[in-house]
C-alpha cells in the first residue's frame, strides 16, 4: 500500500511538472507561453481570441484540429526578435504541423481560389486579391515565415518527399543532419534559437541544424519552389530581421504541443 502510494505520489508531481517554469528557469528569464489550461497569450490569425474550430485544448496540450472549416496558425500574442523557445510535441500517424517564426505575413485563401491550381500559384493569386474578413467557407491562412517542421517521419508523404521537409528540418531549407524523432505518438523535446541572421533546431538534445538565414543563402534555395511567387519569394529570400508573433501550426492533422517556454536574447 505504501509503495502504490509512493508511485501515485511521484504520478501526480510529474504531471504537475507540465506547463510550469522551475525556479531555475524563471531566474534565467524564461516566460511560459501556455499555461496548460486556456489559450490565454494566444490569438487566431486576426489577433483575437482563438473563435475558430482549428485549435482545441486537449490534456493540457495545444491542439489543432484535423480538417476544420477554416484552418489557421494560433499565434502567439506577444512579439519576438532575437529568442530561445523550448516547446514539446507529438505528432498523429502520418501527420504533419510546425512551428513557424519570423513571420512576414499571412495570406488569407478560400477553397475556391485553391482548387485545381498549383499551391504555389494559388498562394500568388491570394496575395494579390487580399480577403480582409474570415470567410465563412472553408479555406485557410497561409503563413509566410520559417518553420520549425513537425511530422511524422516514418509515413507522411512530405517527409518522405525530400529531406528538408523532415522533422526538425529548416522547411523547404535545410535538413536536419539526423533522424532524432521519438516514435510516433511519443514526446519530443524540441529547442529552437534565433539570433539575428542564424538559427539552431535541437531535437530530443541533439542540434540537427545550424543555418544562415541570408539573402545570399536563401535567394537560391527559394528559387525552384517559390520563383513563380513574385511577393512570397521576396519576403522569404530578403527577410527582414523583424519583430512579429511565432505561431503553431494547423497543416490539417492532429498534433500535440505543450510545455513552451521561450526567453528573450
Known amino acids: 500500500m505504501k509503495l502504490l502510494l509512493a508511485l501515485t505520489c ?21 516566460k511560459l507561453l501556455f499555461d496548460g489550461k486556456t489559450m490565454n497569450g494566444w490569438t487566431d490569425s486576426g489577433g483575437n481570441p482563438m473563435k475558430g474550430d482549428s485549435w482545441t485544448i486537449e490534456d493540457g496540450c495545444l491542439k489543432p484540429r484535423a480538417k476544420p472549416v477554416f484552418t489557421e496558425d494560433l499565434y502567439s500574442k506577444d512579439k519576438y526578435t532575437d529568442f530561445e523557445l523550448l516547446f514539446d510535441w507529438k505528432i498523429s500517424p502520418a501527420g504533419n504541423s510546425g512551428v513557424k517564426y519570423r513571420i512576414q505575413d499571412h495570406i488569407y485563401m478560400t477553397s475556391a481560389r485553391t482548387r485545381g491550381k498549383k499551391f504555389e ?11 480582409t474578413t474570415r470567410p465563412a467557407e472553408r479555406g485557410q491562412d497561409y503563413v509566410v515565415g520559417f518553420e520549425y517542421q513537425v511530422i511524422d517521419n516514418s509515413a507522411n508523404k512530405d517527409a518522405l518527399s525530400s529531406q528538408t521537409h523532415a522533422a526538425a528540418a529548416l522547411y523547404d531549407i535545410t535538413a536536419p543532419s539526423k533522424d532524432a524523432t521519438k516514435k510516433v505518438g511519443e514526446w519530443n523535446r524540441s529547442r529552437l534559437v534565433v539570433k539575428g541572421s542564424h538559427v539552431e533546431h535541437w531535437l530530443n538534445g541533439e542540434k ?6 541570408t539573402p545570399e543563402v536563401l535567394k537560391p534555395l527559394m528559387q525552384k519552389r517559390w520563383g513563380q511567387t513574385p511577393e512570397v519569394f521576396r519576403l522569404l529570400s530578403e527577410q527582414p530581421n523583424k519583430t512579429c508573433p511565432i505561431s503553431l501550426q494547423n497543416h490539417g492533422d492532429e498534433a500535440w504541443f505543450r510545455n513552451i517556454k521561450i526567453k528573450t536574447l
Open 10 to 30: 511521484s504520478l501526480a508531481l510529474a504531471s504537475a511538472a507540465e506547463n510550469q517554469l522551475t525556479p531555475e528557469e524563471k531566474a534565467a528569464g524564461w
Open 121 to 131: 500559384l494559388a498562394v500568388d493569386e491570394a496575395t494579390k486579391n487580399r480577403i
Open 208 to 213: 540537427v541544424v545550424d543555418a544562415p538565414i
